[in-house]
């Protein structure tokens, strides 16, 4: 079993939906939960941080936590083309971030 | 520096040659991380730094590789008898809380002929 699994997707949303993308994660242990955004041949970039369970919001990012269920999901509202890139889930422990796979997310105008 | 640098962008090298990559940090950041991407994969973890050690060098694949962080700022990964499995996007971040999350430089992309 993979430490961080995410689907690989892609995942193809029309413009002005909302874009649901989801990572679960196999060590308890783990303490703080990340999303980058990574655009082809660039590197990845962090949008969204979460510590607790429950719910936080920044602009049209909506990260969530629930680490009963050791699952992450991040939410894009009113989905742009300029949010079409691969996104990395990351998850801390042990002293180190341990990434997915990413998933790769097309919004389709 | 205002971000991570990392130098060269690009890297060809050929079978069996020994490479030098560098990272320049966030000045200030006193953890440095080294992962590598291959091409469709997420970022794999090779080492860490917290100042001038290695903290945890798991990740690293063999012994052709190794990374040295001399005065606690700059780093270099260097690799020996480079193979054509090397090729791979080389990335560098730090961070002054790693909790936090890492801020990455813009990668070193290595193809070895």
């Known amino acids: 079993q993979k430490e961080v699994e995410q689907n690989s997707g892609p995942l193809s949303v029309p413009e002005g939906a909302i874009a649901s993308l989801n990572c679960t994660y196999s060590?308890?242990?783990?303490?703080?939960f990340f999303w980058y955004r990574q655009y082809s041949g660039k590197s990845p970039e962090l949008i969204m941080s979460?510590?607790?369970?429950g719910d936080k919001e920044d602009g049209r990012f909506t990260a969530q936590l629930n680490k009963a269920s050791q699952y992450v999901s991040l939410l894009i509202r009113d989905s742009q083309p300029s949010d079409s890139a691969t996104y990395l889930c990351?998850?801390?422990?042990?002293?180190?971030?341990?990434f997915g796979t990413g998933t790769r997310l097309t919004i389709i105008p | 520096g205002a971000g991570v640098s990392q130098t060269p962008s690009n890297k060809v090298t050929e079978k069996g040659k020994y490479v030098e990559l560098r990272c320049d940090p966030i000045?200030?950041?006193?953890?440095l991380y080294w992962y590598r991407q291959s091409l469709g994969q997420g970022p794999e973890f090779l080492i860490y730094?917290?100042?001038?050690?290695?903290?945890?060098d798991s990740g690293l694949p063999n012994d052709r590789f190794f990374a040295v962080r001399p005065e606690g700022s700059v780093s270099t990964l260097k690799i020996q008898r480079t193979e054509r499995g090397d090729s791979a996007v080389y990335l560098c971040?730090?961070?002054?809380?790693?909790?936090?999350?890492?801020?990455f430089g813009s990668g070193t992309r290595l193809t070895v002929v």
């Open positions: 990351a998850v801390f422990g042990n002293e180190k971030l341990t």
């Open positions: 060590d308890r242990g783990s303490q703080s």
């Open positions: 000045s200030g950041h006193t953890a």
């Open positions: 979460i510590y607790s369970n």
């Open positions: 971040a730090s961070s002054n809380d790693r909790g936090r999350g890492y801020t």
């Open positions: 730094f917290q100042g001038t050690g290695a903290a945890d």
